[in-house]
């Protein structure tokens, strides 16, 4: 079976973001050379498939930035066959209907049956590019999918679906089809020696604008459904409000109120005599009855 699956580069979600004047600023922002966690476990489910069937191709394709290209290049010492990149300066700021135009346009041209992509990007977190691609490509979606099997007689797909509350749903889909896959779906392969020694000079395919033979006005910002306005950090939750014992006089409820509400709490420390220490240790375990009375 030929797979394509669809991999974004993302940014290092453990980096600090700073929001400056509506917008989110690249400053000190950490750009992981890393596969989207839920498309490297795309690429490993399409990896599984074709060492059952025993033959097809697996195909990554990505839209981004040349920086991109060494995400392409995990993917392919893993063990995938072909990589494509999408990289042109009109592709940039699309929202997710913009990416799964070009997206759909760039894999019209390879031969497949199954399109594999990551429920959801660690960095938007949006969820729709995989909806939106499978309408553009004609062809059935089944989201958050967490376990597959095949049947290449009936051509169809046995699934597993992730639902609300941990729930699991059983759906079949004939085949071709498009599957976003969630968290759980496997654990991928660690890249060998080999299959990195093979991918750094493996050529990685590119496509831009003119070679897609598409216009600026349907990619990238110009061709967005949705635009973003402002961006801002988000709110401090706030904490819980101090209100003073309306009995209390006027200086103690100052402070209080200075002290935040904050009162001595009682020790459960035992002082004293030691032998009447030790009385009182006996006694509760008595009444505990963890020792016979």
Not at 11 to 21: F, G, I, M
Not at 120 to 131: F, I, K, L
Not at 147 to 174: A, H, I, S, T, W
Request: charged letters at 30%; proline letters at 5%.
């Amino acid at each position: 079976m030929n797979i394509v699956v669809c991999v974004k580069q993302v940014p290092d979600v453990e980096s600090r973001v700073v929001v400056e004047k509506g917008e989110i600023s690249i400053q000190g922002l950490i750009v992981s050379d890393v596969i989207n966690p839920q498309d490297l476990m795309a690429i490993e489910e399409a990896l599984r498939i074709k060492e059952v069937d025993g033959e097809g191709q697996v195909t990554l394709v990505s839209l981004g930035t040349p920086r991109a290209e060494e995400a392409l290049r995990k993917g392919l010492a893993m063990g995938a066959d072909e990589a494509m990149l999408l990289c042109d300066l009109a592709f940039e700021g699309g929202d997710s209907y913009a990416t799964a135009v070009v997206l759909a346009k760039a894999i019209s041209t390879i031969p497949h049956e199954l399109v594999l992509c990551g429920q959801r990007a660690d960095d938007t977190q949006s969820g729709q590019a995989g909806v939106y691609l499978a309408k553009m490509l004609g062809v059935p979606v089944v989201r958050g999918v967490v376990k597959v099997e095949e049947n290449l007689v009936e051509r169809k797909l046995k699934l597993q679906r992730k639902l609300e509350k941990g729930d699991r749903e059983v759906v079949e889909c004939p085949i071709p089809a498009l599957l976003t896959v969630e968290t759980g779906l496997n654990s991928p392969r660690n890249p060998t020696i080999k299959g990195v020694l093979r991918a750094k000079n493996k050529e990685i395919t590119r496509r831009d604008l003119q070679q897609l033979q598409m216009s600026a006005e349907e990619v990238g910002a110009a061709g967005s459904k949705i635009k973003v306005t402002h961006i801002s950090p988000p709110k401090p939750k706030m904490k819980g409000l101090f209100v003073p014992d309306s009995k209390m006089s006027s200086f103690d409820k100052m402070r209080a109120i200075m002290e935040g509400g904050i009162t001595q709490k009682k020790s459960d420390f035992l002082e004293g005599d030691p032998k009447d220490i030790a009385a009182q240790i006996i006694r509760f375990l008595r009444e505990q009855k963890i020792i016979p009375g």
